[in-house]
């Protein structure tokens, strides 16, 4: 089986290449394949990863509709989303700006100390989400060879270094083929398109599977599950965590660097906006249509057998339906690689531009490059190595810490980091008199919040120091202040965006700016 599989994933690879390699070769020959708007809307639900794919499942077995959340804000908000987007499309194309850190630098004086900020919250967020990827890989891997999920000795024992290190050659070969930051990765997206339509296709059939063969349709599952679960409890309803996990998917459909990255600057034609805001909604919907009976399918055929998250790599193989169990196994796999492609390549677009060069401009020994023919030549080997750094510090993160977690634990954390983006980002566009000062001491503050709130008390309980602080405290971080009811994430994201916001408008309206920072507001806000 796992010599079945190891040629499946391969050639599935090479197709991926040979799509992603068709996608340039056509756009030299100036028949480009992105300037499809159905393409650049496809494109958008790398949007739907492993997470998606996999833990959705896992939220529906846990937390009931709660799993919908994550995809009713970005519906929600989609006529908003239009508008704000345009407008950043627009400007980005006026200032040449290659990624979310300058976009956000640029408007507040092209500050070098706000565009490095920028950057590390985005790694600190989003390698975890990262590691995420690897990790549901690898768990599928290991259920559909029937192998051990624990952790190899051996670096070269573990199938997640493989898979890393062709991750990085990918992004490589076709982020980094040309020196203008600012230029369009159009065989990199034509994939991207591909792997969206190739794992919903992959789920609607795991999920069609399931509910009318495994089990004769939705309301076979339901009776069933009445009398083992209690459904009542899957349906609750909190006001407080619904309307938090909803706001914060709305601002993750923005400013996750990936989402950033597709829907802004790899833009070809803002009239694609106009199919996008109802096409990518369709997709959201026919993705998350089988969730709940596959969740509830799994519940009965396997109990506790599995964890929640494997249900949908574990019924076919249950059922002795290999062939399904590798199909379903490509869907997620597609799901894992499209985010981690794109992720990557924006991350390093930003330690490229925004710290590794700055920082090189200051070493003799490099700054020579920049008086001669090798300024090129230094600038795309930035970009390689930011990209390999990158996933190695994922598969590093995956091999000491992701273990501990949940695939959906994991990508709550990455969501509320790149939201602490939204005020400086949104409000610089639209609000003429923010200040340079209040866009720093903002994301300073919320990150400092996130790290406080949701961060610490990971790390504390990996490290066994559970008794660090007594709940009845105030500054208990999953009650600070004495903020109760609650789930982690929603009370980390409550507090993270509220300070954030709160120092935003004050500082901006007690400091003044530059008239740099005046320039670049009149050209972000009158664009």
């Not at 996933?391 to 939201?419: D, M, T």
Request: glycine content about 8%; proline content about 3%; some cysteine.
């Amino acid at each position: 089986m796992l010599l079945v599989v190891i040629i499946v994933l391969v050639a599935y690879l090479f197709l991926l290449f040979g799509i992603a390699y068709l996608g340039d070769k056509r756009a030299k020959q100036g028949k480009s394949l992105v300037k499809n708007p159905y393409v650049y809307a496809l494109s958008l639900a790398v949007y739907c990863t492993a997470w998606t794919y996999f833990g959705s499942v896992g939220k529906a077995v846990k937390d009931g509709l709660d799993f919908i959340l994550i995809y009713l804000g970005p519906v929600l908000f989609m006529p908003f989303w239009w508008a704000i987007t345009r407008k950043m499309i627009r400007i980005c194309r006026v200032h040449h700006i290659s990624s979310l850190a300058d976009f956000i630098s640029s408007r507040y004086g092209k500050s070098f100390f706000l565009g490095g900020l920028v950057t590390i919250v985005s790694v600190l967020g989003v390698v975890p989400y990262i590691s995420l990827q690897l990790k549901a890989i690898t768990q599928g891997l290991a259920i559909l060879t029937k192998e051990s999920i624990q952790q190899p000795l051996y670096f070269y024992q573990d199938y997640a270094i493989y898979i890393t290190l062709f991750m990085a050659v990918f992004t490589i070969y076709f982020g980094t083929r040309n020196i203008e930051s600012t230029s369009r990765n159009e065989g990199l997206i034509t994939a991207i398109a591909f792997e969206s339509v190739f794992k919903l296709l992959a789920f609607l059939g795991i999920g069609i599977f399931v509910t009318y063969i495994a089990f004769d349709g939705v309301g076979d599952i339901f009776g069933l599950a009445v009398k083992q679960i209690n459904l009542k409890q899957l349906f609750t309803f909190d006001g407080g965590d619904w309307f938090a996990l909803m706001f914060l998917s709305m601002l993750a459909i923005m400013f996750l660097p990936r989402q950033f990255q597709v829907a802004v600057l790899e833009n070809k034609n803002e009239k694609h906006l106009k199919k996008a805001i109802w096409l990518f909604p369709v997709y959201l919907l026919l993705i998350n249509l089988f969730v709940l009976p596959i969740a509830l399918g799994g519940n009965i055929l396997l109990g506790d057998r599995f964890e929640a998250d494997q249900y949908i790599m574990a019924i076919p193989l249950h059922l002795n339906q290999p062939v399904m169990a590798i199909v379903t196994y490509l869907g997620g796999f597609a799901a894992a690689t499209s985010m981690i492609i794109v992720s990557s390549l924006a991350l390093s677009l930003m330690l490229t531009n925004n710290i590794l060069l700055p920082l090189a401009l200051k070493i003799p020994s490099l700054n020579k490059y920049y008086n001669g023919r090798g300024a090129n030549k230094l600038v795309l080997n930035a970009r390689r190595f930011s990209i390999l750094a990158i996933l190695l510090l994922a598969y590093l993160y995956l091999h000491f810490i992701a273990g501990s977690f949940s695939l959906v634990s994991i990508g709550f954390i990455s969501f509320v980091a790149v939201a602490q983006f939204a005020p400086a980002a949104i409000g610089g566009i639209y609000w003429r008199d923010a200040t340079k000062m209040g866009a720093k001491v903002s994301i300073l503050v919320g990150f400092g919040v996130w790290v406080y709130t949701l961060v610490l008390p990971n790390i504390l309980e990996i490290t066994g120091y559970t008794n660090w602080l007594q709940p009845e405290s105030i500054l208990y971080p999953y009650s600070l202040l004495g903020l109760k009811g609650l789930s982690p994430v929603a009370h980390a994201f409550f507090w993270s965006i509220s300070m954030n916001l709160l120092t935003y408008v004050g500082v901006s309206l007690l400091s003044s700016q530059s008239s740099k920072e005046h320039n670049q507001a009149e050209m972000f806000v009158d664009i």
